[in-house]
Every structure is written in C-alpha cells, then in structure tokens.
C-alpha cells in the first residue's frame, strides 16, 4: 500500500511516501526555520504564506524522490490537527483536492498520533503492547499508554509550557537564538550541569503531569539578576537546565511504565532528538526495568514530517477507517 502523508502543522512543509506503513520511499522537509528566525518564533501568517508557495513542489519532489507517479498512490494522508490553523488549512485543502482530482480515499490523522507512529518507521523491531509513548514536542507534552494500534490512553500531560516550548523561551531569555532547543542542547555539550541546582518540577506529584513554566521563571530571575553572563556561564545554564528537564522527563516516563507494566517504551516529537534525553532514558530503562524494550526513534523522524502521518494513516486503512468528512482540529489533543 502506497501512501502520501503530507503535514502543514506548523512552519515546515513536508509529504512522504510510505510502502505498507514503514518503508520509507521518499521524505521530503522544506523548512521554514531560516525564515522565522529573524521573528524568535514561528509567526502563523508568514508560515501559511510560505506553505502555499512550497506544497505542490514539495509533494512534486516526494513523488518523484520515491519513484511513482500520482495516480500510484493508494490513498492520502492529511494532518487535521493540532497545529496553526492557517498552516492546517493549505495541507487540507490540497490534500482535498488532490483526492478528489485522482478519485483517492483520504485519512485526517492527529499530529500527536503522527509522532507516536514515527516509531513504526524504518525500524526492524516489533513493538510489543502495551507501551508508552513520551511525546516531546515544541507545543506538547504527553505521556500515552498505547494499549493497541489506534487504542491510546493519555495518562499525563503538561499543565502550561511543553518541554520543546521552555526550550525556546529559556533560548529567548539568554539570547542565544532559535529554535532553542538544538541551540541548548549544543552549548550544553561545554557546560556543567551541576553548576545551577534547577528544581525538577512536579516530580513528586502523585499523578503524570509536568509543569516547566516555573523552571523558566528561574532562569528569568537569573538573567535579571546577572544581566553579563560570560560564555562559560551560559554553558553551564543550559547544562543544568537541559538537565533538570531532563531527569524531569525521565523520573516521569519510568513511573508510568513501572505502574502501567509497558513492554515497549518510547519517544515522539522535536524533543526526542536530544541527546541527553535519548541517553538518560534507554540507561535508566535498563538499570530499572531491564525487562521493558526501548525502542529508539530514528533522528530524522523525531520533528514534523509526512512520512509518520502516513505511518499512522497506515493503521488506519488497514481498518478500513477512512475519513468522509475532514474536520480542522486545530486544538484537539491524543483523545481520538
Ligand atoms: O515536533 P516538533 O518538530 O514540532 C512540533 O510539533 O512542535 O518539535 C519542535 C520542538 C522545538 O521546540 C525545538 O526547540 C525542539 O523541538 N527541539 C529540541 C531539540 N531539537 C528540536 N529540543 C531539545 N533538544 C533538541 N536537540
Ligand atoms: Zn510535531
């Protein structure tokens, strides 16, 4: 089964092609980081603007990147949501149209659902149910027991900032450029990061949630306080803030798997590519769980692309679960 995944969610544009759910004919990303960065942040309009101008050239470069023509592909796969809604609605609308010019079925799939399944994509290993699915994003934070294909339970979320969001405004805040999290994560590779004790948020609270919010608000008071922070220094930050979110992360997804008795555990979204993260986690799974399997996320599926929504598209067809009626779902979360 051929599908063409297409994802407009926020500022990068991008369609795939995708055989039976997992091999990856073709990826196409055109970013629109270079454009945004002058503005610190991904402003909707300009995005949208950006989406128009690059949505056929991109599925164009997909298609021909995997070889086939248009009339090969099976059915089309479309992010309805969450995201920016002018950005949701160029992906719709083309996809709309190019279903309805070649006579093809079209699935909505939820971005979040796409970061889960972006796990199913080039990799060799089953995943074994239930599992666990931490899904880091630049506008989410949630921790999904995936019971079966399609079934998800989301048992912890964040209560205000997501983990890829205090990235970039913690960046903000040291002036250090964007998106942050990348950023961060580099100049955390010469810092300390014991060097500033942050708090570890919400870590003994009872339930899966997370708050970063006030993490933020602490290296706010610092920069206030020290407004001259020398090179070394802001190493050491990042380091320690890197750090503190990250054992956040970790202490929290090794809670839910121990409670919720995972076979499989693993990541989703622009936050699984750091280092420190991916590191933390697969050690501590196996120091205290040895008998749960990480499955580690592929680099390049870790931020948007179309192929994870074809992925999870894939399910869906299988299923004979298409979508009659597209709704733009701009604000919905993982509770399909
Ligand atoms: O999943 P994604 O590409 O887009 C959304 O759906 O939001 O995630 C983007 C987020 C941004 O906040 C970015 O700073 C963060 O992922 N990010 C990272 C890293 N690479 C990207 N955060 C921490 N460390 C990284 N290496
Ligand atoms: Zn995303």
Same mark, same amino acid.
């Given at each position: 089964?051929?599908?063409?995944?297409?994802?407009?969610?926020?500022?990068?544009?991008?369609?795939?092609?995708?055989?039976?759910?997992?091999?990856? !004919?073709?990826?196409?990303?055109?970013?629109?980081?270079?454009?945004?960065?002058?503005?610190?942040?991904?402003?909707?309009?300009?995005?949208? &603007?950006?989406?128009?101008?690059?949505?056929?050239?991109? $599925?164009?470069?997909? !298609?021909?990147?995997?070889?086939?023509?248009?009339?090969? /592909?099976?059915? #089309?796969?479309?992010?309805?949501?969450?995201?920016?809604?002018?950005?949701?609605?160029?992906?719709?609308?083309?996809?709309?149209?190019?279903?309805?010019?070649?006579?093809?079925?079209?699935?909505?799939?939820?971005?979040?659902?796409?970061?889960?399944?972006?796990?199913?994509?080039?990799?060799?290993?089953?995943?074994?149910?239930?599992?666990?699915?931490?899904?880091?994003?630049?506008?989410?934070?949630?921790?999904? #027991? /995936? *019971?079966?294909?399609?079934?998800?339970?989301?048992?912890?979320?964040?209560?205000? +900032?997501?983990?890829?969001?205090?990235?970039?405004?913690?960046? *903000?805040?040291?002036? /250090?450029?964007?998106?942050?999290?990348? $950023?961060?994560?580099?100049? @955390?590779?010469?810092?300390?990061?014991?060097?500033?004790?942050?708090?570890?948020?919400?870590?003994?609270?009872?339930?899966?949630?997370?708050?970063?919010?006030?993490?933020?608000?602490?290296?706010?008071?610092?920069?206030?306080?020290?407004?001259? !922070? +020398? *090179?070394?220094?802001?190493?050491?930050?990042?380091?320690?803030?890197?750090?503190?979110?990250?054992?956040?992360?970790?202490?929290?997804? #090794?809670?839910? @798997?121990?409670?919720?008795?995972?076979?499989?555990?693993?990541?989703?979204?622009?936050?699984?590519?750091?280092?420190?993260? &991916?590191? +933390? #986690?697969?050690?501590?799974?196996?120091?205290?769980?040895?008998?749960?399997?990480?499955?580690?996320?592929?680099?390049?599926?870790?931020? +948007?692309?179309?192929?994870?929504?074809?992925?999870?598209?894939?399910?869906?067809?299988?299923?004979?679960?298409?979508?009659?009626?597209?709704?733009?779902?701009?604000?919905?979360?993982?509770? !399909?």
């Amino acid at each position: 089964m051929l599908i063409l995944g297409i994802d407009t969610s926020c500022d990068d544009t991008s369609a795939a092609v995708i055989k039976d759910g997992s091999f990856v !004919l073709s990826n196409v990303v055109s970013s629109q980081t270079e454009i945004h960065r002058e503005f610190g942040g991904v402003v909707p309009e300009v995005a949208a &603007r950006h989406h128009i101008e690059l949505i056929i050239p991109v $599925i164009k470069q997909a !298609l021909a990147k995997a070889n086939i023509t248009k009339e090969q /592909i099976d059915l #089309i796969a479309i992010t309805n949501g969450p995201g920016l809604i002018t950005s949701l609605m160029v992906g719709i609308d083309t996809a709309k149209s190019l279903a309805y010019s070649l006579n093809k079925k079209i699935i909505a799939i939820n971005h979040l659902e796409g970061h889960i399944y972006a796990n199913w994509l080039e990799n060799k290993n089953k995943i074994i149910f239930p599992a666990l699915c931490l899904i880091v994003s630049g506008g989410h934070t949630e921790l999904v #027991i /995936i *019971k079966d294909h399609l079934n998800y339970q989301v048992i912890g979320q964040t209560r205000d +900032d997501a983990a890829g969001e205090a990235f970039d405004k913690v960046a *903000k805040l040291l002036n /250090i450029g964007y998106p942050g999290g990348p $950023i961060i994560s580099k100049l @955390a590779d010469n810092g300390d990061n014991q060097a500033y004790n942050f708090p570890r948020p919400m870590i003994n609270s009872k339930d899966f949630d997370f708050s970063f919010s006030g993490l933020k608000t602490e290296i706010l008071k610092l920069t206030k306080k020290h407004p001259n !922070l +020398d *090179k070394q220094q802001i190493n050491n930050i990042c380091a320690s803030f890197q750090k503190a979110v990250v054992d956040t992360l970790v202490f929290k997804t #090794i809670k839910a @798997a121990k409670e919720y008795h995972v076979k499989t555990i693993m990541l989703g979204g622009g936050v699984s590519a750091n280092k420190c993260l &991916r590191k +933390d #986690i697969k050690q501590k799974i196996q120091q205290e769980i040895p008998n749960s399997h990480f499955s580690l996320l592929k680099f390049q599926f870790t931020s +948007d692309n179309g192929a994870m929504i074809a992925a999870a598209a894939y399910q869906h067809a299988i299923r004979k679960k298409f979508t009659d009626f597209i709704k733009i779902a701009p604000e919905t979360n993982l509770i !399909l």
